[in-house]
């Protein structure tokens, strides 16, 4: 679900081109919890934290979750939320993003 909703937010993952199996575990591996969720609210490195610490015998708090996503709901605008520093690589991953979405607006 967490890569769900940093698809449906951010419009792509890193792997999200890639077909071969190996390739996307090591990019899944390999990419830093900045290059994935960019400059989102902290609640999202919160929870992203918090699913990496889990293993399988663990119990889930869900209620913690839901929390945490309503927190993001509730606010606004973006401009006010407490976000991380993008290290110069994942500036420039969210500025090709950005170039992406631009040029894939325009007009015929």
């Known amino acids: ?3 769900t909703f940093l698809e449906i937010s951010s419009g792509k993952l ?3 081109e890639d077909d071969d199996e190996e390739i996307v575990a090591l990019k899944k591996l390999n990419t830093t919890p900045e ?3 960019g400059r989102k609210p902290e609640a999202v490195y919160q929870i992203y934290s ?3 610490s889990l293993t399988y015998k ?3 708090d869900y209620e913690w979750f839901k929390d945490k996503f309503r927190s993001m709901i509730t606010i606004v605008p973006a401009e006010t939320v407490a976000t991380r520093t993008c290290t110069c690589e994942c ?3 969210n500025k090709i993003q950005e170039n992406h979405e631009i040029s894939s607006m325009s007009v015929d």
């Open 14 to 16: 890193p792997w999200a």
């Open 58 to 60: 663990d119990s889930i």
């Open 50 to 52: 918090k699913l990496q």
């Open 1 to 3: 679900m967490f890569y």
């Open 35 to 37: 290059m994935l969720i």
């Open 91 to 93: 500036k420039q991953q």
